[in-house]
C-alpha cells in the first residue's frame, strides 16, 4: 500500500505542472491585465508602463511562470495585484466557509441520494421508483444559479424566513442561530445539485446487487430485509458510489462559485470570480493551484476507501 501510494503521489508531480501551465497560458490569454483595472483613467502612458515593468508583466510569459513556480516551491504565493496583501493570507481567510459549504452540501447530498437510491432500485419500476428518478431529473436540469435564485425568491423575499446572502447579518455578531440561517440555503441549493446525480448512481449499483447469489443465500438464512440490503448489498454497491463521490467534489468547487456568487458567500468560490474581474494573477494561479491539490487528492484518498470497502483488492 505505501508503495502504491508514493507512485501515486510521484505521478500527481507531473500533472500538477501541467495543470499549472495550462491555466498561466490561460489566464494570460484573456483580454486586458491587471494594471488596467488598478489604474486612473488619467494617468500617464509612462506611468502604466512602469507599473507593468515593476510587476514584471512585461516579461515573456515563460520568464512569468517560472518565476511564480520558484515562488510556489519556497511557499510564496506572491501578493495580489489588487488588495497588496499575501495571497496565502486572502486564500487562507476564504478556505475554512467553503470547505463547510462544500461539506455540508456534500453530507446533505448524500443524505437524500442514498435512502432514495436504495428505496428506488429496491422497488424497481414502482410509484416511488418514478417519482425518485424524476426527483433526481430535476435536480440534474435545474442551473444551479436558476435553484439558488428561486430560493432567494422564495425563502428570503416572500416568506421572510431566512437571509438572503452573507455567513453572518450584521450586527448579531455572527453566532451559531445565525450562520446556521445563513447555510440554509446554499447548502441546500448544492445538495439538492449533489443529490440529483448520486441518486441515479446509487440505484443503478444497487440493482447489479440485488440479484447477486449471496445475497439470495442471506435471505435464505432468514436475515432480515434491512438487514440484506443495508449491510451486505450496500458495502458492495459502495465502490462506484465512492468512485462518483471523488468525482463529485470537482463538481462541488464548480458549483460553489456560483452558488458563493448568488449568495455573497465569503469562501474561494466568490474569490475566484473577484480575482477573475479584477485580473489578479497570482490570486488566481493560487486559486487554479490549490482545485488541482484538492481534486487528485481527492482521487487518491478515493482509491485508498478502495482497500477498505472491499478488502479483496489490494494495491501492489
Avoid: C
Avoid at 24 to 47: K, L, Q, R, T, Y
Avoid at 136 to 162: H, T
Avoid at 186 to 199: C, D, H, R, T, Y
Avoid at 253 to 269: L, N, Q, R, Y
Amino acid at each position: 500500500m505505501f508503495n502504491y501510494i508514493l507512485r501515486r503521489i510521484l505521478i500527481i508531480i507531473p500533472v500538477l505542472i501541467g495543470v499549472t501551465i495550462i491555466s498561466f497560458i490561460i489566464i494570460n490569454m484573456a483580454p486586458g491585465s491587471p494594471v488596467d483595472m488598478m489604474v486612473d483613467p488619467s494617468i500617464s502612458a509612462a506611468d502604466i508602463a512602469a507599473r507593468k515593468e515593476a510587476l514584471g508583466l512585461n516579461d515573456p510569459l515563460y520568464i512569468q511562470y517560472f518565476n511564480w513556480a520558484k515562488n510556489m516551491l519556497h511557499g510564496d504565493m506572491g501578493y495580489s495585484m489588487t488588495s497588496y496583501r499575501p495571497v496565502s493570507e486572502i486564500i487562507g481567510e476564504r478556505m475554512g466557509p467553503t470547505f463547510i459549504l462544500m461539506g455540508l452540501s456534500l453530507l446533505v447530498g448524500l443524505i437524500i441520494a442514498i435512502p432514495l437510491g436504495i428505496i428506488s432500485a429496491t422497488k424497481q419500476n414502482s410509484k416511488l421508483d418514478y417519482i425518485s428518478t424524476a426527483l433526481s431529473l430535476i435536480g440534474i436540469s435545474v442551473p444551479v444559479f436558476f435553484l439558488a435564485l428561486s430560493f432567494i425568491y422564495i425563502f428570503s423575499l416572500k416568506l421572510k424566513l431566512l437571509p438572503s446572502g452573507g455567513m453572518v447579518t450584521l450586527g448579531r455578531g455572527g453566532d451559531f442561530i445565525d450562520r446556521l440561517k445563513h447555510l440554509i440555503l446554499p447548502v441546500s441549493v448544492l445538495g439538492i445539485f449533489v443529490a440529483g446525480k448520486e441518486v441515479r448512481y446509487v440505484r443503478s449499483s444497487m440493482l447489479e446487487i440485488l440479484d447477486q447469489d449471496y445475497l439470495r443465500t442471506a435471505r435464505s438464512k432468514g436475515l432480515a430485509e434491512a438487514l440484506v440490503i443495508n449491510k451486505h448489498a450496500l458495502r458492495n454497491a459502495l465502490i462506484p458510489i465512492v468512485t462518483v463521490i471523488g468525482i463529485e467534489v470537482a463538481s462541488l468547487m464548480g458549483g460553489a462559485v456560483i452558488t458563493e456568487s448568488v449568495f455573497s458567500w465569503p469562501g474561494i468560490g466568490r474569490l475566484t470570480i473577484e480575482s477573475i474581474m479584477s485580473r489578479d494573477y497570482p490570486t488566481l494561479m493560487s486559486l487554479n493551484f490549490i482545485a488541482a491539490v484538492i481534486v487528485l487528492g481527492t482521487n487518491l484518498v478515493t482509491d485508498i476507501l478502495y482497500s477498505v470497502i472491499d478488502p479483496r483488492i489490494k494495491y501492489k
